[in-house]
């Protein structure tokens, strides 16, 4: 982005560029552009001509053409009616800059016009040379004009406009004489019918004051329009099987789509009605509305025996992969089909793995076990008669594909033998519910128990099939008949993982699946991951990021606890991040053996999760602060339009910075430059979606890590629509939105992206490896560095301190090894009993007399060197810099908690300041080197 000052405005200006150039290449309006240009003497209005008079377009021959939004973006159009522009007429007597001077109109609102504009002088032109204007042409010339959608309709008013008194007088003969366009004949019928249809009053009115019936116009186009959509949803209702019409609409509602948004609008429309209801619904919607409900009720006239019957023609196109699943299903191997069909066990696997790939693509498309959910009144459960209904001949090949798939819209339990559809959870909650129950009960017990499940919400005939499975009635007593999961997890976890179980990894958990199975024989674990990682939490500890390890009796020493437990207590902040409390006591955490902040975490909800909040990475001890957490995400979500800090903060007054940040960092909050959006906001195809993926695939096939710079400069100049429909305008916002998109699939550190399994090297470290790399290192070549390898320096200061472990500033321009400037930990001692024995509140340290007599090293000594110095090795000193911006900085002492740096914020500006501390040295002044200038002059002043 350019820096600018207004005299760059008027340069640019001056230059020929155009405004809404100038204002997009500079980042501001285009109204602060014309303002600027107002201020030094440049009226705009005054130097440019009208949209009319630089394309030789009369607007005369177009006033009675309505601005509307089939020619522009509803945007486009609702920002020129801001300003009174109504008719093409209105249009082509405004410039450019009228238009820039519109708030929110920007540079695609003006393509739009440039676009129309010049479409229409294009056609005007071709259609004046066949009589527009009543000049001779050859009628097969015209016969021949094609116009674009939006001018077309503009160029055949203002045709007909040279015609307008005779059409008004009844008089329609012109259509007869040499050189009418035939293509206009049918407007010529339009015209004559409205003639016979109209009186005189309006007709009057239509001629000498057309907008005083453009009310009536309005209304009747309106009605026309809400009866032609009744029309159609009608039709589209007829089509709906009987039965399906008389059922309740929300069970279709949730088969019909995952959008939260439109599941909620649809929801709107019918609350608890049937989809029957629909006409008495549908008189006052808006197209939008119209669009969705038309689009459900198309939905609704589905036929499953054809789908079930599309689905297996689609999965199965020849016979060989046909007779592969029907054996398949039947429990036949891999190896006795490929003996069958004379080819190879691994073939056979093939056929099979592609069968249920095509099936898992199909059915995510037509969502058919969504449809039967829906079919059977919302039950999320779906059996095998539920299947063989629609698909009696090849049922059981059917449920078989089902079993493969891993669609997202349902899985199958091999436990209950059953598909589930949305709500995963129900096999989890079936599994912890039963877990919980005693290893003997009575038979009598077991009604009860059963009584509890439906009160919970579970499925009674799934209920009692997990229990026949585990437990083994005797008598009218039940035994469970193996160990419980949760005892064979805690085995697991015991021997084969004691330094914890990490559960993010794929492979780590087909794993710890394969040591059950080799210890346990197969014992119906969940399909399901998610299950199963579920039940390890419960078991274990958070010990790590994602990982568990078997819970203890001890973690950390009571002293310890405790000493924790009293700085949260006696804190005045009521919110925790992990992180903070980590650092704060690492040194003896350490000690103990916790070494990062998941487990401290993972004990502190062991020790204190009945009095304390837990949520994400951080702890509250008020309720009510992490309750703002979703309800600003809610916030978010419900927005119209991307939200910043500042609404955030005036919709939640009072709220703590740290509440906006965890909210913000929410993974569904895709952060757009300061600016947010919920997740399910996005507009993105899957073709969309697919086209970034394998662009990032293509950027990252060497195995390096990539700046997230390279993809957004692609994708902008061959996709651009798929940012800024997203509101993505920057790089960094590209990187929240690819990171949200593909989280799973790749490597992410802001702003780099990279294959699985590739080690990133930070922003920070890239750095810290250049700068290592010299004995010393200018500043300003940091900076060219950094914008050269796409690397974004959030803070100067904070990454100049953060290499203090070798190198110092020597002055605002330049760092250099410790070892060379020749400091120690006894000079810094030095320098921090001077500043403690002087200062008594903030004070710029060049400032500090006392520091005329540090004894000599290898570089003169300035103010930023005794920063860094006291930054590195001083514990009594509180240190900042004036201004955020390190350039215009300088360096600021306090004692311990007295640091005020807000006063000094343009300390920069003062004439005293030269940034070196001149040095008193006795030895040269005794060899008189400074003569008598040191009689004449105060070096202390």
């Known amino acids: 982005m350019e820096q600018f000052t207004p005299e760059t405005i008027v340069e640019l200006y001056k230059k020929g560029k155009p405004i809404v150039d100038i204002a997009h290449g500079l980042n501001i309006r285009g109204r ?91 056609g005007f032109s071709k259609a004046n040379g066949s009589n527009l204007m009543g000049k001779e042409s050859d009628a097969a010339d015209t016969k021949s004009l094609r116009y674009d959608d939006r001018s077309a309709s503009a160029l055949k008013k203002a045709y007909f406009y040279q015609y307008r008194d005779r059409i008004f007088n009844g008089d329609f003969s012109f259509a007869e004489e040499g050189g009418f366009p035939e293509q206009y004949a049918d407007k010529v019928k339009i015209y004559e019918d409205g003639y016979k249809l109209l009186d005189g009053d309006i007709l009057e009115q239509c001629k000498n004051n057309p907008q005083s019936v453009a009310l009536i116009i309005g209304c009747l186009l309106d009605f026309s329009k809400r009866q032609k959509r009744k029309e159609e949803i009608y039709e589209v209702i007829d089509r709906i099987p009987s039965s399906r019409k008389n059922s309740l609409a929300k069970y ?66 020849r016979d060989n992969v046909k007779d592969v699943l029907h054996l398949r299903a039947h429990g036949r191997t891999l190896e006795e089909i490929g003996s069958k069909h004379g080819i190879t066990r691994e073939r056979i696997r093939q056929i099979e793995s592609k069968a249920v790939r095509i099936f898992e693509r199909k059915e995510s498309q037509v969502r058919f076990i969504a449809k039967v959910s829906a079919e059977k009144g919302g039950d999320p459960v779906i059996h095998r008669e539920d299947i063989e209904k629609y698909f009696p001949l090849h049922a059981r090949e059917f ?34 519910y039963i877990e919980s129950l005693p290893d003997v009960f009575t038979s009598k017990k077991m009604v009860s128990y059963i009584t509890d499940a439906i009160e919970m919400g579970l499925p009674e005939d799934l209920v009692i099939k997990e229990i026949d499975g585990l437990y083994k009635l005797t008598g009218e007593t039940y035994h469970r008949s193996r160990l419980s999961l949760a005892s064979i997890y805690r085995d697991i976890l015991s021997e084969k993982y004691p330094n914890g179980f990490c559960t993010g990894s794929a492979t780590e958990i087909k794993t710890f699946r394969d040591n059950i199975k080799e210890k346990y024989g197969d014992v119906n674990l ?65 000690k103990e053996g916790v070494d990062n902040k998941y487990y401290l975490q993972g004990i502190l909800h062991e020790l204190y ?20 957490y979703p309800t600003i995400v809610d916030f978010i979500k419900e927005a119209a339009f991307q939200v910043d800090r500042a609404q955030i903060q005036k919709h939640f007054p009072g709220v703590p910075d740290i509440v906006i940040q965890f909210a913000i960092e929410s993974p569904e909050i895709i952060n757009c430059f300061g600016k947010y959006i919920h997740a399910s906001k996005l507009r993105i195809s899957e073709s969309e979606r697919e086209y970034l993926k394998q662009n990032i695939d293509a950027i990252i096939a060497d195995g390096a890590q990539h700046h997230i710079k390279e993809l957004y400069n692609l994708v902008s100049i061959e996709r651009p629509e798929i940012f800024t429909r997203n509101g993505v305008f920057y790089p960094f916002s590209a990187y929240s939105l690819i990171e949200y998109l593909f989280r799973d699939d790749y490597k992410f550190t802001r702003p780099f992206i990279a294959q699985q399994g590739v080690e990133i090297t930070g922003t920070s470290d890239v750095l810290r ?48 090894r410790i070892v060379s400037i020749g400091v120690d930990e006894q000079i810094a001692q030095q320098v921090e009993n001077i500043v403690v024995g002087e200062i008594e509140e903030t004070t710029p340290i060049y400032k500090i007399i006392g520091l005329r007599e540090l004894p000599k090293v290898n570089v003169p000594w300035t103010d930023w060197l005794v920063y860094s110095v006291l930054k590195k090795w001083s514990h009594k000193i509180d240190l900042a810099a004036s201004n955020k911006q390190f350039r215009y900085a300088i360096p600021l002492a306090s004692p311990k908690g007295k640091m005020c740096a807000e006063s000094f914020e343009y300390a920069y500006k003062d004439p005293d300041y030269k940034g070196e501390i001149p040095i008193f040295d006795i030895d040269e002044l005794l060899a008189g080197e400074y003569g008598d200038s040191i009689l004449e002059e105060n070096l202390w002043d």
């Open 252 to 317: 279709y509602i949730v088969a019909y789509t995952d959008d939260k948004e439109t599941q909620d609008i649809l929801c709107r429309f019918f609350a608890n009605s049937t989809i029957l209801k629909t006409p008495d619904l549908i008189n006052d919607l808006d197209y939008n509305d119209y669009v969705i409900l038309k689009s459900f009720l198309s939905w609704c006239t589905f036929d499953l025996t054809q789908e079930a019957q599309e689905l297996w023609d689609a999965s199965c196109p």
């Open 609 to 628: 999760g009945d009095e304390f909040v837990f949520t994400r990475d951080y702890l509250s001890k008020d309720g009510e602060d992490t309750s703002l």
């Open 32 to 122: 602060e552009v014309i303002a600027i240009l107002s201020r030094h003497g440049i009226n705009v209005h005054q130097v440019e001509m009208t949209y009319g008079e630089k394309n030789s377009l009369d607007p005369d021959n177009f006033r009675l053409i309505q601005i509307d939004t089939p020619r522009f973006s509803v945007r486009t159009a609702n920002c020129l009616k801001k300003i009174g522009v109504f008719t093409v007429e209105d249009l082509l007597n405004c410039t450019e800059s009228d238009l820039c001077n519109i708030k929110g109109f920007g540079k695609l609102s003006l393509s739009e016009v440039d676009q129309f504009v010049s479409e229409l002088k294009n």
């Open 399 to 432: 449920f078989f594909l089902m079993e493969g798939s891993h669609n997202g819209n349902f899985i199958y339990d091999k436990g209950l033998d059953v598909l589930i559809v949305g709500n995963n959870s129900i096999p989890e909650k079936i599994s912890t």
């Open 769 to 816: 490896e250049e700068v290592y790399s010299h004995e010393s290192y200018d500043l300003k070549e940091l900076s060219s560095f950094a914008n050269e390898n796409h690397l974004v320096i959030n803070s100067t200061l904070d990454f100049i301190d953060s290499c203090n472990d070798e190198y110092l500033m020597i002055s605002d321009q330049k760092m250099m």
């Open 526 to 590: 969940p399909v399901n991951d998610h299950a199963l990682v579920a039940a390890v939490s419960r078991i274990g500890v958070l010990c790590g990021k994602g990982c568990y390890k078997l819970k203890q009796k001890e973690y950390i020493s009571k002293e310890l606890a405790n000493r924790i437990h009293s700085y949260i207590e006696e804190s005045q902040s009521s919110i925790f991040l992990m992180n903070t409390l980590y650092e704060v006591f690492k040194e003896d955490l350490e």
